[in-house]
C-alpha cells in the first residue's frame, strides 16, 4: 500500500487547511485510515481516524475544529483543518490500517505533510 499525502503549508492562526491523501496499490484488508501528526520534540499522536463505514475518532484537541472525511471509491482520506492553532504545527502524516474494538491500528504510512500555524 502506498499513501500520498499532499495540502500541508503555511497558514495564519485561525486559518484553515485541507490534507488529502491518496492509498494505492494491495488496498485489501485496509478498513480505516487516518491522521497522525507529530511536533518537534513530541511524540507522534493521533488526529483522526475514520473507517470504511464513517465512524470517526479525534483526538480531543481537534474536536470541533477538524473533521476526516473519506471517498472510498477513490481510496482517498481528508482532513479538513479550521480555527487553526499555533500549537496544530507539526508534520502531519497519513495512515492506513484497520480498527479493532474501536482502536486504529495502522499499518502503512505516508511521507508527510507538514503544517505552520503563525501567529
Known amino acids: 500500500v502506498q499513501l500520498q499525502a499532499s495540502g500541508g503549508g503555511l497558514v495564519q492562526a485561525g486559518g484553515s487547511l485541507r490534507l488529502s491523501c491518496a492509498a494505492s496499490g494491495r488496498i485489501f484488508g485496509i478498513d480505516t485510515m487516518g491522521w497522525y501528526r507529530q511536533a518537534p520534540g513530541k511524540q507522534r499522536e493521533l488526529v483522526a481516524s475514520?473507517?470504511?463505514?464513517?465512524?470517526?475518532n479525534y483526538a480531543d484537541s481537534v474536536k470541533g475544529r477538524f473533521t476526516i472525511s473519506r471517498d472510498n471509491t477513490e481510496n482517498t482520506v481528508y482532513l479538513q483543518m479550521a480555527s487553526l492553532k499555533p500549537e496544530d504545527t507539526a508534520v502531519y502524516y497519513c495512515?492506513?490500517?484497520?480498527?479493532?474494538?474501536?482502536?486504529?491500528?495502522?499499518?502503512?504510512w505516508g511521507q508527510g505533510t507538514l503544517v505552520t500555524v503563525s501567529s
Open positions: 475514520i473507517t470504511s463505514g464513517g465512524t470517526t
Open positions: 495512515s492506513a490500517g484497520r480498527q479493532y474494538s474501536k482502536t486504529y491500528f495502522p499499518s502503512y
